[in-house]
Each structure stands twice: as structure tokens, then as C-alpha cells.
């Protein structure tokens, strides 16, 4: 079974930087995709970037040039460099990755707190 495991969240202030880190149990270079999506209070959770193992990224207009999605093959890592954080960033953040149709796996979220 593919574990995730989410660090790198905490409380930041508005302009500042985090960057989050998803460990995976196993090779990442399987995953077809691997996304970042974040949930904040109230509201549905909502991708943020996509990478796929063909080097595609994506990005939710909300994050375009602040945020940037990456991977480290041999590391079986995938990182969000957050750049420029507002509030409106502040949620629980997830790793998620798939390798087959309608088959995925979730970290448990870290939290990124962003302070006006």
C-alpha cells in the first residue's frame, strides 16, 4: 500500500515562503501524476498543481508564479515551493498520487498557517 507523508507546513507571514515536502513509500517515477491540493475551513479542497511523469506541471490561477511544483526521482519526493504566500493561502495541504485509473493514494495533510 503507497503511504505519502506530508512536512513542511507551519505559520508563516504574509510575503514569506514554505516549502512542503511529500514522501512517498515507493518509487515515485510509477505515479502517472502527482498533485498537490489544499482544503481550507469551510471550503471543498481544490488542486493546486499537478506534475505527471511526462514533465507536465499545472497550476490553479490563484498559485500561477508564486507556488512551483517538483520532484526528486531519487529521493521519491515531490515538493511545493510556496513563494509570496497570502492569507488566502492558509489550509491543510495533501499529497495526493495516481498510477492507474480511478486509483490513488492521500498523505494526511500538513497545515500552512499565513499571518496578515
Known amino acids: 500500500q503507497v503511504q505519502l507523508v506530508e512536512s513542511g507546513g507551519g505559520l508563516v507571514q504574509a510575503g514569506g515562503s514554505l516549502r512542503l515536502s511529500c514522501v512517498a513509500s515507493e518509487s515515485i517515477s510509477r505515479f502517472n501524476a502527482m498533485n498537490w491540493y489544499r482544503q481550507a475551513p469551510g471550503k471543498e479542497r481544490e488542486l493546486v498543481a499537478s506534475?505527471?511523469?511526462?514533465?507536465?506541471?499545472a497550476y490553479v490561477n490563484a498559485v500561477k508564479g508564486r507556488f512551483t511544483i517538483s520532484r526528486d526521482n531519487a529521493k521519491n519526493t515531490l515538493y511545493l515551493q510556496m513563494n509570496n504566500l497570502t492569507p488566502e493561502d492558509t489550509a491543510v495541504y495533501y499529497c495526493?498520487?495516481?498510477?492507474?485509473?480511478?486509483?490513488?493514494?492521500w498523505g494526511q495533510g500538513t497545515q500552512v498557517t499565513v499571518s496578515s
Open positions: 495526493k498520487a495516481s498510477w492507474a485509473p480511478e486509483t490513488a493514494a
Open positions: 506534475s505527471t511523469n511526462d514533465g507536465r506541471e
